[in-house]
Nanobody
Framework: QVQLVESGGGFVQAGGSLRLSCVAS????????MAWFRQAPGKEREFVAA????????NYVDSVKGRFTISRDNAKNTVYLQMNSLKPEDTAVYYC???????????????WGQGTQVTVSS
């Protein structure tokens, strides 16, 4: 069983930056593809970004391409989401997710964190 704990959320003005972190425990981190999802109030959970086992492949939703960067440090069991040029529409709870399957991690991951709130003011 993999446990995921996110941190780094907060309040930021439009155009600002935040870096989210997610620390994993309870499993072999490099066996899992990792992803970030988000859920805004009144909306369904949305895939944001994913990164493969050793970071060689990444995938982003179109709305964050060029602004967000996903990365991982397998020595630290940590995945990151660097968010630049933030917009009010990026406001959401951001969740870290893990799955051994590349398809699953971008759709219905096996393991989830508790989420961290990101609020972007205009």
């Amino acid at each position: 069983q993999v446990q995921l704990v996110e941190s780094g959320g907060g309040f930021v003005q439009a155009g600002g930056s935040l870096r989210l972190s997610c620390v994993a425990s309870g499993g072999t981190f490099s066996n899992y593809h990792m992803a970030w999802f988000r859920q805004a109030p009144g909306k369904e959970r949305e895939f944001v970004a994913a990164i493969s086992w050793y970071g060689t492949t990444t995938n982003y939703v179109d709305s964050v391409k060029g602004r967000f960067t996903i990365s991982r440090d397998n020595a630290k069991n940590t995945v990151y989401l660097q968010m630049n040029s933030l917009k009010p529409e990026d406001t959401a709870v951001y969740y870290c997710a893990a799955a051994p399957s590349w398809t699953s991690v971008r759709t219905q991951s096996d393991f989830w964190g508790q989420g961290t709130q990101v609020t972007v003011s205009s």
